[in-house]
């Protein structure tokens, strides 16, 4: 900043300068006449020769300056200093005419000679201050032979033309300085008022840019959750029209069911991915940062996806370093898992390479595919929700356009650096730069245990009747015991009911978070004060807002969004029987 100052206070002193080049234009010629007496003609002429000589070196020095005014890497000090030479040398030439003034003792002369000086001296301040060394050598040039020349006469008149030039020096040199200040504060002023202004046009533009993206994001969202739907609903007509018909035969029930499996997982694919961008955007999705192995991270992502890769005939080769990183795995492999399944996606011929390399403190983890590759245009565009280069029919199967997008967001949260390097025909390179870690932790694999979940006690919340009845009646097909309610109030009363019958344990309270007269916490706050004891609770939701993930998250409760699928809600009732 004080260079840029210093830069705009040079840019000042050139630009006021005119005024005092004007003046040693015009005012010379009235000094050579009143002085024509006094000194000889060949000595004034001289005089006003050197004069306009200087004058026209200062005003190419300017001109050159101005040239090169534009150019960042020009340095203000020496050109202050030259403009600063310049003006001294032209004070000088004015002293002169101080010394010569008081050396003939003429009092006309003297009188005159003080009233050029004092304009000079006075008129110099607004165009000179803005360089103070400028302004303070040319007074000390312009007075110091007036000053000798008091101090070689005698009398107590010339004590007074000292006393004179010393208050006109004193109040001159003040005002310098309260001149320079006053535009060393204007200057960053105006720049603090560019800068502002620079930052708001940047806010608008992505203010724009994020209107724009929610048009398009809303319109494709709208899109895609309309076709699933859209067949879900005929699905669901032509069931009712063979039940119509009479009994339905069990392969075209299943037939129907597994279409209407498909339909729905596409739709919550969808709905989930919308509600992972979601939660990373509304901050409410935990880090939790560890020693991870790339041998483990890689051999784990092998597993996953080789036998996809080599299915579609492509060649997958996995290069891992025998590194830790500090990175959290979850998220990690999230990522990891989006830019392979891209890769695998859109790669035809070729293949797949997972490798690393190791940059200083840190380890970049590449994606290598031989796919159709992406234009420089769309760098910037692919990372977007719902864009997708290679997908105009927006065909699902091909992916929603949500996983790029999720990885620029979940690489954020994390503070890892995302880069893609891509010419188009000749594939992409997409890849994420982790710190490497300083401690690692071996960790032995831990076997999956599976616990048998029937014979639940469940205290189902929900007031919306058919999501009720429908979670009600796949417990029940589960070996569940279910003591449902539109509130908390009726789903207690169902179980004290149970109570009087015999034992009615309960294992657990699922309940959806938006209620009628209160939320899901407090509600499971209520069944809890009722039951007595802090059982295990799961909270359903399909409520995606920012304040509703804070306060779940928060809450430390699972959490299932609907559309729920039923092999999650299965794994959760494990993992909470578990608990």
């Given at each position: 900043?004080?260079?840029?100052?210093?830069?705009?206070?040079?840019?000042?002193?050139?630009?006021?300068?005119?005024?005092?080049?004007?003046?040693?234009?015009?005012?010379?010629?009235?000094?050579?006449?009143?002085?024509?007496?006094?000194?000889?003609?060949?000595?004034?002429?001289?005089?006003?020769?050197?004069?306009?000589?200087?004058?026209?070196?200062?005003?190419?020095?300017?001109r050159r300056y101005f040239a090169r005014a534009n150019d960042v890497s020009?340095?203000?000090?020496?050109?202050?200093?030259?403009?600063?030479?310049?003006?001294?040398?032209?004070?000088?030439?004015?002293?002169?005419?101080?010394?010569?003034?008081?050396?003939?003792?003429?009092?006309?002369?003297?009188?005159?000679?003080?009233?050029?000086?004092?304009?000079?001296?006075?008129?110099?301040?607004?165009?000179?201050?803005?360089?103070?060394?400028?302004?303070?050598?040319?007074?000390?040039?312009?007075?110091?032979?007036?000053?000798?020349?008091?101090?070689?006469?005698?009398?107590?008149?010339?004590?007074?033309?000292?006393?004179?030039?010393?208050?006109?020096?004193?109040?001159?040199?003040?005002?310098?300085?309260?001149?320079?200040?006053?535009?060393?504060?204007?200057?960053?002023?105006?720049?603090?008022?560019?800068?502002?202004?620079?930052?708001?046009?940047?806010?608008?533009?992505?203010?724009?840019?994020?209107?724009?993206?929610?048009?398009?994001?809303?319109?494709?969202?709208?899109?895609?959750?309309?076709?699933?739907?859209?067949?879900?609903?005929?699905?669901?007509?032509?069931?009712?029209?063979?039940?119509?018909?009479?009994?339905?035969?069990?392969?075209?029930?299943?037939?129907?069911?597994?279409?209407?499996?498909?339909?729905?997982?596409?739709?919550?694919?969808?709905?989930?991915?919308?509600?992972?961008?979601?939660?990373?955007?509304?901050?409410?999705?935990?880090?939790?940062?560890?020693?991870?192995?790339?041998?483990?991270?890689?051999?784990?992502?092998?597993?996953?996806?080789?036998?996809?890769?080599?299915?579609?005939?492509?060649?997958?080769?996995?290069?891992?370093?025998?590194?830790?990183?500090?990175?959290?795995?979850?998220?990690?492999?999230?990522?990891?898992?989006?830019?392979?399944?891209?890769?695998?996606?859109?790669?035809?011929?070729?293949?797949?390479?997972?490798?690393?390399?190791?940059?200083?403190?840190?380890?970049?983890?590449?994606?290598?595919?031989?796919?159709?590759?992406?234009?420089?245009?769309?760098?910037?565009?692919?990372?977007?929700?719902?864009?997708?280069?290679?997908?105009?029919?927006?065909?699902?199967?091909?992916?929603?356009?949500?996983?790029?997008?999720?990885?620029?967001?979940?690489?954020?949260?994390?503070?890892?650096?995302?880069?893609?390097?891509?010419?188009?025909?000749?594939?992409?390179?997409?890849?994420?730069?982790?710190?490497?870690?300083?401690?690692?932790?071996?960790?032995?694999?831990?076997?999956?245990?599976?616990?048998?979940?029937?014979?639940?006690?469940?205290?189902?919340?929900?007031?919306?009747?058919?999501?009720?009845?429908?979670?009600?009646?796949?417990?029940?097909?589960?070996?569940?015991?279910?003591?449902?309610?539109?509130?908390?109030?009726?789903?207690?009363?169902?179980?004290?009911?149970?109570?009087?019958?015999?034992?009615?344990?309960?294992?657990?309270?699922?309940?959806?978070?938006?209620?009628?007269?209160?939320?899901?916490?407090?509600?499971?706050?209520?069944?809890r004060r009722y039951l007595g004891q802090a059982v295990p609770a799961i909270?359903?939701?399909?409520?995606?807002?920012?304040?509703?993930?804070?306060?779940?998250?928060?809450?430390?409760?699972?959490?299932?969004?609907?559309?729920?699928?039923?092999?999650?809600?299965?794994?959760?009732?494990?993992?909470?029987?578990?608990?």
């Amino acid at each position: 900043m004080n260079e840029v100052i210093q830069r705009n206070c040079i840019d000042l002193l050139y630009r006021q300068s005119y005024a005092v080049l004007f003046a040693n234009f015009v005012i010379p010629w009235p000094v050579a006449y009143i002085f024509r007496g006094a000194v000889s003609t060949q000595a004034v002429l001289g005089w006003v020769a050197v004069m306009y000589g200087l004058t026209v070196w200062r005003i190419l020095l300017a001109r050159r300056y101005f040239a090169r005014a534009n150019d960042v890497s020009l340095a203000p000090g020496p050109w202050g200093w030259q403009a600063s030479l310049l003006s001294w040398m032209s004070a000088g030439l004015w002293g002169v005419v101080g010394w010569v003034g008081f050396a003939t003792g003429d009092p006309q002369l003297v009188a005159f000679t003080c009233v050029v000086l004092t304009g000079l001296v006075c008129g110099a301040v607004p165009s000179l201050s803005a360089f103070p060394p400028a302004y303070a050598g040319s007074l000390v040039a312009m007075l110091a032979p007036v000053v000798v020349q008091c101090l070689l006469a005698e009398g107590e008149t010339y004590t007074t033309y000292l006393f004179f030039v010393a208050c006109l020096s004193a109040v001159n040199l003040y005002y310098s300085r309260v001149t320079f200040q006053t535009l060393r504060e204007t200057v960053q002023l105006r720049l603090e008022n560019v800068n502002l202004v620079h930052r708001l046009e940047q806010e608008r533009d992505r203010a724009q840019a994020a209107d724009q993206a929610k048009s398009r994001f809303l319109a494709a969202a709208s899109h895609d959750l309309r076709q699933p739907i859209h067949a879900l609903g005929l699905f669901v007509a032509g069931l009712a029209a063979l039940a119509e018909r009479g009994d339905v035969l069990a392969e075209k029930a299943r037939d129907v069911a597994a279409r209407l499996g498909a339909v729905i997982g596409n739709l919550s694919g969808l709905l989930n991915g919308l509600l992972d961008i979601s939660r990373l955007d509304a901050g409410v999705v935990a880090v939790n940062r560890e020693a991870v192995s790339l041998e483990r991270l890689f051999a784990d992502l092998s597993n996953e996806f080789s036998a996809s890769a080599r299915g579609r005939g492509l060649r997958w080769r996995v290069r891992p370093l025998p590194l830790w990183i500090d990175s959290d795995p979850v998220l990690l492999k999230r990522i990891l898992d989006n830019l392979l399944a891209n890769a695998v996606r859109y790669t035809e011929l070729g293949g797949v390479l997972l490798g690393c390399r190791r940059r200083g403190l840190s380890v970049e983890i590449q994606v290598f595919d031989s796919g159709p590759g992406i234009a420089r245009a769309h760098h910037g565009q692919v990372f977007e929700e719902f864009f997708q280069l290679h997908n105009p029919q927006r065909d699902r199967t091909q992916g929603l356009g949500l996983g790029l997008a999720i990885v620029r967001h979940t690489a954020r949260l994390l503070g890892h650096e995302v880069r893609l390097v891509s010419v188009e025909g000749h594939g992409s390179m997409f890849s994420i730069r982790v710190p490497l870690s300083h401690t690692a932790i071996r960790r032995q694999p831990v076997a999956n245990q599976r616990v048998d979940v029937n014979g639940l006690g469940i205290l189902v919340i929900d007031d919306e009747p058919t999501v009720l009845e429908a979670l009600v009646n796949l417990l029940d097909l589960w070996g569940h015991r279910v003591y449902a309610g539109a509130s908390v109030d009726e789903a207690c009363q169902r179980h004290d009911d149970a109570l009087r019958q015999g034992s009615a344990a309960v294992d657990l309270i699922l309940s959806d978070f938006r209620l009628s007269g209160m939320n899901g916490l407090q509600a499971i706050g209520r069944a809890r004060r009722y039951l007595g004891q802090a059982v295990p609770a799961i909270i359903i939701t399909g409520d995606t807002s920012p304040a509703c993930l804070a306060e779940t998250a928060a809450s430390g409760f699972p959490v299932l969004q609907k559309p729920l699928d039923a092999t999650l809600l299965r794994e959760a009732l494990n993992a909470a029987r578990a608990d």
